[in-house]
């Protein structure tokens, strides 16, 4: 098992105050709690789409349900998530 740390950056935040050393940048789906990074999204449309992207191009979010969609050297990484607690810092 494996554990991954999430947060939201808030544009009323103070970056220099925390860095991000050794993190990624995610987008979100709401809907389905997916996880993702831009070039993980491309190359699922690249892969869907006869190897071209086009951004009007629909991904269907409710197969990558609970998942976070990276990318590396092979291609797309899928790893099925689990909710396992969200901490609310003031």
């Known amino acids: ?13 103070r ?13 979100r789906k709401k809907s389905t709690n997916t996880l993702y ?3 993980a999204m491309n190359e699922l449309i690249r892969q869907n789409n006869n190897g071209r992207i086009d951004h009007n191009f629909k991904i269907d979010w409710d197969d990558y349900f609970n998942s976070i969609l990276l990318l590396d050297n092979e ?3 899928i790893i099925p998530t ?6 609310q810092l003031d």
């Open 1 to 13: 098992m494996e554990l991954y740390c999430t947060y939201n950056v808030y544009s009323d935040s």
């Open 15 to 27: 970056m220099d105050r925390h860095p991000t050393l050794n993190t990624i940048t995610l987008h």
């Open 37 to 39: 990074t831009i070039n």
């Open 75 to 77: 291609g797309i990484v």
């Open 82 to 87: 689990k909710l396992q607690d969200i901490v």
